[in-house]
């Protein structure tokens, strides 16, 4: 198995993709990671202690996190991200990683690697943290703002796919993004997905409400990017409030000192619940390949779970079983 590393993306490269390569290479040594970037700045940090499972390809040039998406992957051919794609189209490697632009990361998908045949829009798929420590897929969160229903059913089923391959979750339970759980709430595509879902071969729940997104309703939940993106930074904002807010109030006397001290191991775990780094990195799914998309600030740690989910999604054959599913559907309509 080969996976390839966007080594130039994210807030902390190449360090943190370098660290998170070796740290991937001593765990699974029957998989090469294949770091793609600027020979000259990856190389020294291995200090010598590179081994047989890492491969360094070079990139001369990078897209920057303020690039034009669009104009960065048709203009930067020699770009990390672009030439990590164009391994991935080419069958070098198994599947890609990458923490940078993810608006690049979107176009390097369709331009470079090429959409699934049956999809009309890939879907951003990251996980949602919640109270049992599983999570909850949702998409699309940011790929793209607007959809229609039938893209919400490829949604559906492509995260219905993803969680039983790679999760192991026998028949997930998919559940609609919406203001309230009566089949006809919502806006005219909400109520115009209902039905549609109910008909798809996935195991449909109905409405579910961003407030019960935590609670975990659902294995799958599936909204336009516009609408789940607003719910992730809210989500995102509010567990940073919350942990500042417990800080201060934990280290504000001796005596919150000492409680803190007796919950802090609880609070631990429940701080590594909401981690990006635990859950490595989000699948962009409906990608003729196994594209997945590292958390910006992404440490090695990261790095490491995104290899892991990448070798999990490779093993169970994640895009084969996409394929088939989506060809099978066409083939009933």
């Given at each position: 198995m080969r996976i390839a590393i966007d080594a130039m993306?994210?807030?902390?490269?190449?360090?943190?993709?370098?660290?998170?390569?070796?740290?991937?290479?001593?765990?699974?040594?029957?998989?090469?990671?294949?770091l793609v970037g600027d020979n000259a700045?990856?190389?020294?940090?291995?200090?010598?202690?590179?081994?047989?499972?890492?491969e360094v390809?070079?990139?001369?040039?990078?897209?920057?996190a303020d690039d034009e998406p669009v104009k960065a992957v048709r203009r930067k051919k020699d770009a990390s991200m672009v030439v990590a794609g164009r391994m991935l189209k080419e069958r070098a490697v198994d599947g890609m990683i990458s923490a940078g632009?993810?608006?690049?990361?979107?176009?390097?998908?369709?331009?470079?690697?090429?959409?699934?045949?049956?999809?009309?829009?890939?879907?951003?798929?990251?996980?949602?943290?919640?109270?049992?420590?599983?999570?909850?897929?949702?998409?699309?969160?940011?790929?793209?703002?607007?959809?229609?229903?039938?893209?919400?059913?490829?949604?559906a089923i492509m995260g219905?796919?993803?969680?039983s391959k790679v999760h192991g979750i026998r028949e997930p339970k998919v559940?609609?993004?919406?203001?309230?759980?009566?089949?006809?709430?919502?806006?005219?595509?909400?109520?115009?997905?209902?039905p549609l879902l109910e008909q798809a071969p996935v195991r449909f729940i109905g409405n579910v409400e961003s407030r019960d997104v935590l609670s975990k309703p659902c294995d799958v939940i599936v909204c336009d990017g516009f609408a789940g993106n607003i719910m992730l930074k809210s989500l995102e904002g509010a567990a940073s409030v919350i942990f500042s807010a417990l800080k201060a109030e934990f280290t504000r006397t001796w005596y919150t000192?000492?409680?803190?001290?007796?919950?802090?191991?609880?609070?631990?775990?429940?701080r590594n619940k909401m981690d990006y780094n635990e859950h490595g990195a989000a699948p962009l799914l409906g990608v003729d390949g196994l594209v997945l998309k590292s958390h910006?600030?992404?440490?090695?740690?990261?790095?490491?779970?995104?290899?892991?989910?990448?070798?999990?999604?490779?093993q169970s054959d994640l895009i084969g079983g996409i394929r088939a599913e989506i060809s099978n559907g066409s083939e009933r309509s």
């Open positions: 993306g994210g807030d902390h490269a190449p360090q943190a993709t370098v660290e998170g390569a070796l740290l991937a290479a001593a765990e699974w040594p029957d998989t090469t990671v294949v700045r990856i190389e020294p940090l291995f200090q010598g202690r590179k081994p047989a499972n890492v390809v070079h990139a001369s040039e990078v897209i920057e632009n993810t608006g690049a990361l979107m176009t390097a998908g369709l331009l470079v690697v090429g959409r699934m045949k049956g999809i009309e829009r890939p879907a951003l798929a990251p996980m949602l943290p919640s109270m049992d420590g599983e999570g909850v897929l949702a998409l699309d969160l940011g790929a793209n703002m607007d959809a229609t229903p039938e893209q919400l059913v490829q949604y219905s796919i993803y969680r559940g609609l993004l919406n203001v309230g759980t009566e089949a006809m709430k919502g806006n005219e595509l909400t109520k115009a997905a209902y000192k000492l409680a803190a001290a007796t919950v802090k191991k609880g609070l631990g775990k429940f910006g600030s992404s440490s090695a740690l990261a790095v490491k779970n995104a290899v892991r989910q990448a070798r999990i999604a490779v």
